[in-house]
Nanobody
Framework: QGQLVESGGGSVQAGGSLRLSCAAS????????MGWFRQAPGKEREGVAA????????YYADSVKGRFTISRDMANNTLYLQMNSLKPEDTAMYYC??????????????????WGQGTQVTVSS
């Protein structure tokens, strides 16, 4: 069934940018629903951004609207998360996920079937 492999995490100062990539197998990339989640120590995993193929607009958490952009590259089976104007509170492990069953479930971690191993993002003030 394939896998999801994240990359692009790192350490940046507040105000900086990072672009996360999620390389997916053809099987997983063909899923209608793909998203990015994050989890900080001691906190629950939260939805950051997600896309449903054919839907008019992606989902974004209120905390990242206007700063983060999710996109899909069909030629390379890759999901991206462009993160600009990063803040210390964006520090977390970021995960790529696929396979939620319906558009209204895009923000719910429990709705996803497939997960990557995560990539760490650290933003210093």
């Amino acid at each position: 069934q394939g896998q999801l492999v994240e990359s692009g995490g790192g350490s940046v100062q507040a105000g900086g940018s990072l672009r996360l990539s999620c390389a997916a197998s053809q099987y997983l990339y063909s899923r209608a629903c793909m998203g990015w989640f994050r989890q900080a120590p001691g906190k629950e995993r939260e939805g950051v951004a997600a896309v449903w193929r054919g839907a008019p607009s992606p989902y974004y958490a209120d905390s990242v609207k206007g700063r983060f952009t999710i996109s899909r590259d069909m030629a390379n089976n890759t999901l991206y998360l462009q993160m600009n104007s990063l803040k210390p509170e964006d520090t977390a492990m970021y995960y790529c996920a696929a396979g939620c069953p319906a558009p209204y479930t895009m923000a719910r971690a429990g709705a996803y079937t497939y997960w990557g191993q995560g990539t760490q993002v650290t933003v210093s003030s």
